[in-house]
């Protein structure tokens, strides 16, 4: 069976022919050269293309439309700078070019020069006020610029002129996420999931919304939905893992926080979380394991040290715990929770140290005297540093 590529291939390799046999004829047939270039472009040969559109413009200085379209196969080729002269020539010999503007406007956007795109995107709708690609490219370089209730305007102005855009819903609740609007956002991707049932990311950023406002399993079966759709996706794994562990299902959360580490090996986000979820179900080996290899990622990882010390304690190990609590304290000194760890395990050794004590008094030896003291002002020092960190803790958020 004849596919519908297949015809339109067939057509366009018969107008390549046919231009070919006219240029044969005329080699300074320009509209050949430019309906032949439009051809090959059809075809994705954009080499060919701008060869044709280029000797379209040779025989026709001010062929406007020969630029444009030449700058169309340059932006194809992701040449945008060549794009954007070309663009910018056929404006000088027809200031009225809606697509010339829309299509530099393009090309701006996807150099990151947003003002720039917002220029020739207000010129088109200018031109063509009805413009809905305009308005909601337009409302992309707000929203590149964080000007997100500009962003939101040219959303809804686009939905307004044409209702069945998946995408603009898309954009339209990412902005309203951005400014905090869960209820609004939550609309929104409900509208392009509507539209596009299949949308991977309406799926995933919905699932972002319902993270945030703590309906983990309705976030769960939004990323399960995305993960259907695209199952290569690390953040996918990483964030359904945050929804797992949130309703305490630690050894789902694992096993999608590995899967996304088989995606992201240098994730240390997730081999922190990964190591989290391991402490809560008691499994403090493997969660130093993983909170190590999160600080190898992440030196500076206060909450990593925090849980490793954390972990390191809850296996007995005092020195390391102490440790990995004062490097944490080091590089945060306003972070509570580690001065409140850390109390803890002073507290521990402090007793410790008691205990040591109670025994060496027992002994009615010199030595065993002078072992019982010091035994006893380690314990007492100890008591004090767990008093006064625990005091800290307690002042700090």
């Not at 209702?163 to 905090?180: D, H, I, M, W």
């Not at 005297?369 to 803790?393: C, G, I, N, V, Y």
């Amino acid at each position: 069976m004849t596919t519908e590529y297949e015809v339109c291939a067939d057509k366009e390799s018969r107008a390549i022919a046919r231009y070919t046999e006219a240029l044969a004829l005329d080699p300074c047939d320009y509209e050949a050269y430019f309906k032949r270039g439009l051809a090959y472009a059809a075809q994705e040969e954009y080499d060919r293309a701008i060869a044709d559109f280029s000797a379209a413009i040779k025989y026709d200085n001010g062929y406007s439309w020969a630029y444009t379209a030449r700058g169309n196969a340059f932006a194809k080729k992701g040449d945008f700078v060549e794009a954007v002269l070309d663009f910018t020539t056929a404006l000088r010999f027809n200031p009225g070019d809606l697509r010339a503007y829309y299509n530099r406007g393009n090309a701006f956007f996807l150099q990151q020069d947003y003002p720039a795109a917002i220029a020739d995107y207000t010129a088109v709708l200018q031109l063509k006020g009805d413009h809905a690609g305009a308005f909601a490219n337009r409302g992309q370089a707000h929203a590149r610029k964080k000007e997100w209730k500009a962003a939101v305007a040219d959303f809804t102005e686009a939905l307004q002129i044409d209702s069945n855009q998946a995408r603009v819903y898309l954009y339209r609740g990412n902005a309203f996420l951005e400014q905090g609007d869960c209820g609004r956002a939550i609309v929104d991707y409900d509208s392009a999931i509507r539209l596009a049932p299949d949308y991977a990311e309406a799926h995933e950023n919905r699932g972002i919304v319902h993270l945030k406002q703590e309906n983990y399993r309705q976030a769960i079966a939004d990323y399960t939905e995305a993960l259907r759709l695209d199952s290569t996706s690390a953040r996918l794994y990483y964030d359904r893992g945050l929804g797992f562990a949130a309703e305490g299902m630690y050894d789902r959360a694992i096993a999608d926080y590995t899967a996304c580490l088989r995606l992201d090996p240098e994730n240390a986000k997730a081999y922190y979380k990964r190591g989290k979820a391991h402490a809560h179900q008691g499994e403090h080996e493997e969660a130093i394991r993983d909170f190590t290899q999160a600080l190898e990622l992440d030196p500076r990882s206060v909450h990593a040290l925090n849980n490793r010390g954390l972990s390191y304690f809850n296996l007995g190990n005092l020195d390391q715990a102490l440790s990995d609590y004062n490097e944490s304290i080091q590089l945060d000194p306003r972070y509570g929770s580690a001065y409140k760890n850390r109390s803890a395990a002073y507290k521990a050794r402090a007793e410790q140290y008691r205990v040591k004590a109670a025994r060496y008094k027992k002994k009615r030896s010199a030595d065993g005297k002078e072992l019982w003291k010091k035994a006893l002002l380690r314990a007492r020092a100890a008591f004090r540093q767990a008093r006064a960190d625990r005091q800290k803790a307690g002042e700090l958020p």
